[in-house]
């Protein structure tokens, strides 16, 4: 199965796709060099005494990964439930994790995992939309649906937060997830894509890097050129309303995008050492959470890392087995960088799908292997960083796992906590286009026990 | 206005109903009402009649909604605000006083120590409130309240005056920057007698930076001139006041004596012009002319050659005799039928493909053939047949039940969002439940044979049929409701299809809502933007800028049998069509009368296909045949990063048709740097390329490029600033060449119809 698409077979159109084609080649070498060196003769801006604002990482694993599997073994299960992993204890006395999940136990002081968030959105369509946005779907819409009726955290994060250096304040890698979108907020508030493998020595952001075979030269060239006939008259009045502003505006962003030496650095997970690459996994996912964490360190508030195939209908053993320690190292990884870094304490790193999957292990008909089905009545999210308390276990399922029984949780509540990390009120009142008066969060009472 | 004037009228309204008083007394014990709770004896019994007549509907309604209680924000809203719920806006009387009066234990209100109800301990802020302090326990509004709850919580009967409608003075005015006007709301009831009800309306401006409105109906103007609509509601009624602020100074009449008039359109707009003290800008060169017209009309930039012949023709007419030749081109349908799939056009994954492309074939054919807009209307709403051989079945394919339709329709053909009025009054407008439901009565037999939706393929033929009976049901009394229209009368006659009669109610002439959407949507792709804004909401709370001419427009349309060609044609052939885009300073700050032309960045097939027409390169879709214009495209989910990147509609957002016509960041860096426009730019087929080969001189090909980009000749200033960078070394002349065509179409020049 291919990993980026689900049970009913889709993939996510390329929306907004920026990402793509390598970093090394063609660059703005000459002209990063000198910016670089302009850079360093004025103050480190890293060292100042303000706090640095909240950012979030949210990993995504889109298809619903089972809670059984990661965070919530059911040992005394019966083997039908149960399935075929063993729990392994982790660092912190009392707290359990599956055994593939050997590196997040290994740091599980600075996790809080969250056994009891659950909904009534059973399909990928809807429970999406709602851990994405933390609103249900306004009407009920299927499986397949890639739908918005609401503004994805990442595009609210956006909106109320600025990002300095003409980055853009919401990153989605590599791809949107399902109702990742702005939807009233407008397409400025869009994820910025970056959909090429940053493991790839060839690694650079489309768009935001010259096109191959265009020097820096040539590029100032054009620039000079484009001033030159750019003769169209602007309006000097505010009051004229003059639309080609806006065009100046970010087109003036673009190139400082594409010139500034912080901006470009972002990128440039080529420049961390092999040991550093090395410990987040020399794999596609791995060097994105390498580029998460340099894109935190440039101030951008909100980035998805979005890694599809956890749909795990069949072949859930295997898939397990061989895909979940190669990202689960990854994201220990990331967390670890990030507290060495100090930047733990001002980013939340968040991991977790639309729902949990079924007790019960199932065969498909047509299909060899056992697979768990979806199941929005029980989940479990990874929390860290951003005072959550580490070590800790919030809210229970019942022993088989069927429902959450203890501090049962809704998206609401995970929503509103994610916005008050971010220092964003929940219970903040959007107007749409229509006028429409709209609660960012319905219920914006956050997890008391994450807010300490 | 002061607080004790508003008492000493509400006192004037008790004495009105005086001769009601007796029936007040029992108030709240009807039988009819099931809602109602029966208060114990004592209660009602000890209550005075004289300060009893206060009673939920007239008098403690008016005062949830105009202090927010009732809102969507507050408690109005779906889930209620801590548990306690009103309906929105107060369109249910009696859930709201169940919801006050029943529920909580009935703690909420306590007509034995009134100021103890939590009601009023609430609203006053004694007791911690997260609204805040919505009713001070020293206002009149909270004595009010206080006196309903000690006289036992009574009702309207059904003797009692009703509310029939408010009536807010002046209507209009035009109000010199920086001064005040007040406004004056009365509300009338069935028995004939008045109430001034100023200090009870709720007041909202449309845009409060032109002229703001205080909670007691004083109107302050801004300090820009403008025009705005400032709406008063009172309960479920609206009113509303125009008000313009125009800018200080006299202009000399003559000026709008002298101005052309081609037709009625430059008569109406010079009217309001005039009204407003606005002088309009010159006209535009012919070089802006040429490629305006050519933008609007047919989406595709005039070549070189084109633009070199018209800017030498010197026949008087030239821009007349451009537009109809224009009309007769053959782009022009693809370019029209665009706009319209952006508003019909389906999901492909949730409909099936050979669905939506045969959709997509007859929107086209209807402007291949000039169908009139009327026709084309009837025939897609009363669609019948296969899917798979009429396309405008599919419409019925997509939108599956009589409400999604009735929405659909409504906003798309009549201008008017039904949406809100499906689960609560609209909160600016007359339509309620019944409205809706009695609208969607006329889908309701629709019928359905085949294979239905199964997304993800849905690849299956459909039949869409008539059937002899189907409902709906009204989801507050679940009764049937019989079709009746939003006005007027569409009487279904027996053996036909309920749809036909509201095809003919719709496209009657005593519909003036179905002309004027369609001429406001055609005049705003034109314009640049609506007479009404946004297009498709026409309601009084949303008044048009230029109110006789949206209505000569409709008119006209109509009385040319729906011919959108020849709309097209008197709107391209007015004077006020002509004039430039640059404000001059008694005009810069119009953005909504038309009296210079509003820029608008090209839509994103156009801006593609233009990339694609310049450079020479063509674009390669996935699903269509080589060579095809991103304007033939039959779906959205065709891949494509530019139309993705220039905001074409997102078909996974709702409602998929919104279309961007922002400028984002995205647009400007894919500009800048796009491999596949970096490609088109530098192919060996391309524009440079191709140039450089002719053996021409660097003024002949700087030429050609502004001709191609910006359709028009270089200024001196410009010619000699580009051939002085021109490298000497001829093997460099091509990159130089490929740099100035990337330099003209990173430019707003070429991004915007000027």
Known sequence: MNPMRNCEGMTRRNCLQLGLAGFAGGGLTNLLRLRAQAAEKSPNPAKSTARKPTSVIMVWLDGGPSHFETFDPKPDAPIEIRGEFDPIATRTPGMFFSENMKALAGISDKLCVVRSICHNQGNHGAGNHYMMTGSPTRIPVGCGAFVSFHPSFGSVTAYERKTPRGLPGYFSIPSMSRSGGPNFLGAKYAPFVVSDDPSQATFRVRDVNLPEGLTDDRFMGRRDLRKLVDQLPRFADAAAGDPVGAVDTYTQQGYDLVTSIQAQQAFNVGSESEKVRDGYGRNAFGQRCLLARRLVEAGVPWITLYDGGWDSHSDIFPKFRNDAPKLESSVAALISDLADRGLLDTTLVVMLGEFGRTPKISTLSGKGSPGRDHWANAMSVLFAGCGVPGGTVIGATDRNGYAAVERVLSPENFASTIYRKLGIDPDKIYYTPQGRPTHLVSDPTPIKELMA | ?754
Not at chain 2, 350 to 368: E, P, S
Request: charged share 25%.
């Open chain 2, 1 to 754: 206005m002061p607080r004790s004037a508003s008492w000493s009228l509400t006192a004037v309204w008790v004495i009105a109903l005086a001769s009601a008083a007796v029936a007040l007394v029992p108030a709240s014990v009807d039988a009819a009402s099931p809602a109602a709770v029966p208060l114990p004896a004592t209660h009602r019994d000890a209550v005075p009649a004289a300060t009893s007549a206060v009673n939920f509907e007239l008098d403690v309604m008016p005062i949830l909604t105009v202090a927010g209680c009732n809102s969507g924000p507050c408690h109005g809203k779906s889930r209620g605000q801590n548990g306690f719920q009103l309906s929105l806006l107060g369109f249910d009387a009696d859930f709201d006083f169940n919801a006050i009066v029943k529920q909580a234990r009935g703690r909420r209100v306590q007509p034995s120590a009134p100021e103890q109800s939590l009601l009023l301990l609430k609203a006053a802020g004694i007791v911690p409130h997260g609204g805040g302090v919505k009713l001070p326990a020293e206002s009149e509004n909270y004595a009010t309240l206080k006196r309903w709850i000690a006289s036992g919580m009574p009702r309207s009967q059904a003797t009692d005056p009703k509310l029939v409608g408010i009536e807010v003075a002046p209507r209009d005015r035009i109000l010199p920057a920086k001064s005040r006007e007040q406004l004056k709301v009365t509300a009338k009831y069935s028995d004939g007698s008045k109430r001034d009800v100023t200090l009870l309306t709720a007041y909202q401006s449309n845009e409060s930076a032109v002229a703001a409105i205080d909670a007691a109906g004083l109107v302050t103007a801004g300090a820009l001139p403008g025009e705005t609509a400032i709406m008063a509601r009172y309960m479920n009624h609206i009113a509303v006041f125009n008000v313009a602020v125009p800018l200080a100074g006299k202009v000399d009449k003559d000026i709008y004596a002298s101005l052309p008039r081609r037709n009625f359109i430059d008569e109406l707009v010079w009217k309001r012009l005039e009204r407003l003290g606005i002088v309009p800008s010159e006209v535009c060169d012919d070089a802006t002319f040429l490629r305006r017209a050519h933008l609007d009309v047919i989406g595709t930039l005039p070549t070189a050659d084109e633009a070199r012949k018209f800017l030498a023709d010197t026949s008087p007419d030239k821009r007349a005799k451009l537009v109809d030749a224009l009309l007769a081109r053959p782009e022009y349908a693809d370019h029209w039928a665009n706009k319209w799939a952006d508003l019909l056009r389906p999901n492909p994954y949730r409909v099936g493909i050979k669905a939506t492309v045969v959709y997509d074939q007859w929107i086209r054919d209807a402007f291949r053939t000039n169908k009139p807009y009327d026709r084309f209307v009837a025939d897609l709403v009363a669609s019948r047949g296969s899917t798979f051989r009429n396309g405008a079945t599919v419409l019925y394919r997509d939108r599956r039940s009589p409400e999604e339709v009735t929405t659909m329709v409504c906003q798309l053909f009549l201008g008017v969002r039904l949406d809100c009025a499906r689960c609560h009054h609209h909160p600016f407008e007359v339509w309620g439940q019944d409205d809706f439901f009695g609208t969607a009565a006329y889908f309701s037999r629709v019928g359905y044979k085949g294979t239905g939706i199964s997304a993800p393929i849905s690849g299956s033929e459909e039949f869409i049929y008539t059937r002899t009976e189907g409902t709906v049901k009204h989801p507050l009394t679940g009764e049937n409701v019989p079709p009746k229209p939003l006005f007027g009368s569409a009487p279904v006659k027996d053996d036909e299809d309920p749809r036909a009669a509201f095809t003919r109610w719709m496209t009657s002439p005593e519909n003036s809502y179905f002309a004027q959407v369609a001429v406001n949507r055609i005049w705003t792709e034109i314009m640049g933007r609506g007479i009404v804004e946004p297009v498709d909401d026409i309601r009084a709370t949303n008044p048009p800028s230029n109110p006789e001419l949206i209505n000569a427009l409709a008119r006209e349309f109509r009385a040319q049998k729906f011919d959108i060609k020849q709309l097209l044609r008197t709107i391209l052939t007015s004077h006020v069509y002509e004039l430039s885009a640059l404000p001059n300073p008694r005009n810069n700050w119009d953005t909504k009368n038309y009296s210079r032309h509003y820029r608008q960045r090209l839509r994103a097939e156009t801006l593609l296909d233009a990339v694609c027409e310049v450079t020479g390169v063509p674009e390669s879709f996935a699903a269509m045949p080589p060579n095809s214009r991103a304007v033939e495209l039959w779906t959205h989910r065709v891949q494509n990063l530019f139309l993705d990147s220039f905001g074409r509609p997102d078909p996974n957002q709702d409602p998929p048709c919104e279309r961007l016509a922002e400028s984002t960041l995205v647009q400007s860096l894919h500009l800048m740097n796009a491999p596949s426009l970096h490609d088109k730019v530098t192919s060996d087929k391309g524009l440079a390329a191709r140039l450089l080969k002719q053996d021409a001189a660097p003024d002949e090909w700087i030429e050609e490029m502004y001709l191609s980009v910006y359709c028009r000749y270089p200024t001196t200033a410009e010619r000699n600033a580009a051939a002085a960078l021109v490298p000497a070394d001829r093997t460099k002349q091509r990159q130089f060449a490929e740099d100035l065509l990337w330099a003209l179409l990173n430019t707003p020049e070429f991004m915007f119809k000027n």
